[in-house]
C-alpha cells in the first residue's frame, strides 16, 4: 500500500524560511512525478513545485526563485526547501506521487497524481 508522509511545516515570520519533507512508503515512484502543492484559505489546490524521473523541476511562478524541490530517489523523499516567505504563502501543503510516466511540466497538474500525504499547515505572519 501507497503511503506519502509528510513532515516540516510550521509557523514562521515572513521573510524566514521551511523545509517540508515526504516520505513515500510502498511506491518506488521511478516512472512518474512527484510535487508539492497547496491550498489556501479559501483557495483552489495549485501546484506548487513538481520533479520528474529526470531530476527535470518545474515552479509556480510565484515561488519561483524562493522555492526549492529535491529528490533522493533511493530513499523515497523529496524535499521542498522554502525561502524568503511570504504571508501569501500561508496554507496547508501536501505532497503528491503519480504512476504516469508523463514528466516536465505535467508535474504540477494534479490531474495526474495518484496518492496524496496528509497534508501540512505552513503560517506565514507579517
Known amino acids: 500500500q501507497v503511503q506519502l508522509v509528510q513532515s516540516g511545516g510550521g509557523s514562521v515570520q515572513a521573510g524566514g524560511s521551511l523545509r517540508l519533507s515526504c516520505v513515500a512508503s510502498?511506491?518506488?515512484?521511478?516512472?512518474?512525478?512527484m510535487g508539492w502543492f497547496r491550498q489556501g484559505p479559501g483557495k483552489e489546490r495549485e501546484g506548487v513545485a513538481g520533479?520528474?524521473?529526470?531530476?527535470?523541476?518545474t515552479y509556480a511562478q510565484s515561488v519561483k526563485g524562493r522555492f526549492t524541490i529535491s529528490q533522493d530517489r533511493a530513499k523515497n523523499i523529496m524535499y521542498l526547501q522554502m525561502n524568503s516567505l511570504k504571508p501569501e504563502d500561508t496554507a496547508m501543503y501536501y505532497c503528491?506521487?503519480?504512476?504516469?510516466?508523463?514528466?516536465?511540466?505535467?508535474?504540477?497538474?494534479?490531474?495526474?497524481?495518484?496518492?496524496w500525504g496528509q497534508g501540512t499547515q505552513v503560517t506565514v505572519s507579517f
Open positions: 520533479i520528474d524521473s529526470d531530476k527535470w523541476t
Open positions: 503528491a506521487a503519480a504512476r504516469s510516466p508523463l514528466g516536465g511540466n505535467w508535474c504540477t497538474r494534479e490531474a495526474i497524481y495518484n496518492y
Open positions: 510502498g511506491f518506488t515512484g521511478s516512472s512518474g512525478c
